[in-house]
């Protein structure tokens, strides 16, 4: 149904297609915080788990930003906004349809929350979380693959971005498999790369304990804030991402953030949403989603990345859980006698077969 359709019934029916539109800037206004009352009123009296706790404040936090780029207040929401973060979990953040669900699940109890209370404006009858959950398909019976781009494919399009910054984004995360939320947070002093004129500009280069000692390589921590991995790993930076990321850091406003990559605008640490933008500008309509496959997003270097290693080279499955931040197969709860408990991978175990074999790009 067009959005004119909607709201020519909208209209022969004196109701509103946007109920809580108008709520959203006396919310902005009063200083009460909405998703508070719920934690105190309704979780805690039941005594949960910390960790319910946490999921529901990580949650919320996700959701009040994402809202904010949105330019509404995120106890208003309209149909289309859930359903815009809904395809930011699944596309953007690369996150499974279980965890969409679950974090939907979360929102819609706090909703639900709101319309039972006296106090607030939410209209019983209108529960946008609902109805976007029962427009979009979130079964976790089937998830799209990712379409197969051959590597020369991947060279043309690469060819083609003119923008460094732009470059620097696709060809990082193609050579390292990280999450956009991992590059974003690659500070400069967690790189060592090989170059005088570089290191000069940048004394912080190379300084991180980490990295200190390895020469073009990249540390990438487990416990920053948006970083998933369960691991921290190094990995090695090739001579193609060393050039490239010689050549940004030399055009790289003169400031002083710590990080790698930085906004356009702001020249402040760059977000996912730019970094995914990016992405979109170069792959699509192309490579758009289909029936068949996931549309080709920020997330898609992670999966080429993967597949590369253990498809097309067969490396050994703990080399690459090594490569991704993943934890051993037995993880925290296998027994102390498993054989995973004992299994380990280092840098050097990955750094060799990594500079001989990861896929060249042309640049």
Request: proline letters at 6%.
């Amino acid at each position: 149904m067009s959005e004119n359709d909607r709201q020519a019934l909208a209209d022969a029916f004196d109701r509103e297609i946007d109920p809580l539109a108008d709520h959203a800037s006396t919310f902005d206004h009063v200083d009460v915080d909405v998703f508070g009352l719920f934690i105190e009123d309704v979780l805690r009296p039941k005594d949960p788990a910390e960790g319910t706790i946490v999921s529901y404040e990580r949650t919320i936090e996700e959701w009040s930003e994402f809202m904010q780029k949105e330019g509404r207040h995120p106890a208003c929401p309209h149909e289309d906004h859930v359903k815009r973060f809904v395809r930011r979990e699944l596309d953007e953040k690369g996150n499974t349809r279980r965890t969409a669900k679950k974090k939907l699940w979360e929102l819609n109890k706090i909703y639900k929350y709101w319309q039972n209370g006296a106090e607030f404006p939410h209209p019983v009858d209108y529960n946008p979380f609902m109805i976007a959950k029962k427009k979009m398909s979130l079964s976790t019976r089937r998830v799209k693959e990712p379409p197969r781009v051959p590597v020369e494919k991947l060279r043309d399009v690469v060819r083609d971005v003119k923008h460094i910054r732009d470059r620097a984004f696709i060809v990082t995360q193609l050579k390292l498999g990280l999450r956009a939320s991992e590059m974003a947070n690659i500070k400069i002093s967690e790189l060592n790369i090989t170059n005088s004129e570089v290191t000069n500009h940048y004394p912080e280069m190379g300084t991180s304990p980490h990295v200190s000692r390895f020469e073009n390589a990249v540390y990438i921590p487990h416990d920053r804030e948006g970083n998933k991995s369960k691991r921290p790993r190094i990995l090695p930076v090739d001579e193609e991402l060393r050039r490239l990321w010689m050549n940004y850091l030399l055009i790289r406003p003169d400031n002083e953030e710590p990080w790698l990559f930085l906004s356009r605008t702001s020249h402040s640490q760059v977000d996912d949403e730019a970094i995914n933008l990016a992405w979109k500008r170069h792959f699509q309509p192309e490579y758009e989603e289909t029936q068949q496959h996931r549309a080709v997003t920020s997330h898609y270097g992670r999966h080429r990345f993967t597949t590369f290693w253990r498809v097309e080279q067969d490396l050994n499955r703990e080399l690459i859980k090594y490569m991704r931040g993943d934890t051993s197969a037995g993880g925290a709860t296998d027994p102390a006698g498993g054989i995973d408990h004992y299994i380990h991978s280092y840098y050097e175990d990955i750094e060799p077969i990594y500079r001989e074999q990861i896929y060249k790009l042309g640049i």
